[in-house]
Structures are given as structure tokens and as C-alpha cells.
């Protein structure tokens, strides 16, 4: 059964920085890609970064101030956001799709609030 778990600060002031944390365990026999995504009630999930192979993609809203890596022998994932905005406010996903599969975590708070 394959598990994604996030960690992270919870708030953080504006302007500061953060990064997240998503650890994968179970059997993976390809991942295609992975990365994250956030939601805040009552908007639509929305792709933040993606990595796939060598190749990183952002959501507009935050590619200038965003970086997305991957350590494959810990089977982790991580995002690193700064000069962060009220606006990232929301519940950050880590996601993994394999195959025809997605896989979610549960998801981590993230305040950005003075």
C-alpha cells in the first residue's frame, strides 16, 4: 500500500520562507511524477509544482519564488517557498501519479498570517 506523509511549519509570517516534506512508502514500481497541491475551501485543488525526471514545473502564482526537489533514495519530495503571501494560505498536498494511479497524502496546513 503506498503512503504519502507531509510535514511542515504550519504558520509563517509574511514574507518568510518555508519548506515541506512528503516521505513515500510502500511499493512504487514507477513514478512518473510527483509533487504538490493546495486547496482552500472552496476553491478547486490547485497544482503548485510537479517534477517529472529532470524536468520541474510551477503553478504562475509562484514560480519565481519556489523550488521543487526530490531525493529519490528517501523516497521523499520537498518544497521550498519563499516571500510567502496570505494568499498561500491553504492545505498542501503531496502527490504522486504512477501509471494510471494518483496517490494523495492527507494534506498539511499552511498559515501565512502575521
Known amino acids: 500500500q503506498v503512503q504519502l506523509l507531509e510535514s511542515g511549519v504550519g504558520l509563517v509570517k509574511p514574507g518568510g520562507s518555508l519548506t515541506l516534506s512528503c516521505v513515500v512508502s510502500?511499493?512504487?514500481?514507477?513514478?512518473?511524477?510527483i509533487g504538490w497541491s493546495r486547496q482552500v475551501p472552496g476553491k478547486q485543488r490547485e497544482v503548485v509544482a510537479t517534477?517529472?525526471?529532470?524536468?520541474?514545473t510551477y503553478a504562475d502564482s509562484v514560480k519565481t519564488r519556489s523550488t521543487i526537489f526530490r531525493d529519490k533514495l528517501k523516497n521523499m519530495v520537498y518544497l521550498q517557498m519563499d516571500n510567502l503571501k496570505p494568499e498561500d494560505t491553504a492545505v498542501y498536498y503531496c502527490?504522486?501519479?504512477?501509471?494510471?494511479?494518483?496517490?494523495w497524502g492527507q494534506g498539511t496546513q499552511v498559515t501565512v498570517s502575521s
Open positions: 510502500g511499493s512504487i514500481v514507477n513514478i512518473h511524477a
Open positions: 502527490r504522486l501519479l504512477s501509471g494510471v494511479n494518483v496517490y
Open positions: 517534477i517529472s525526471g529532470d524536468l520541474a
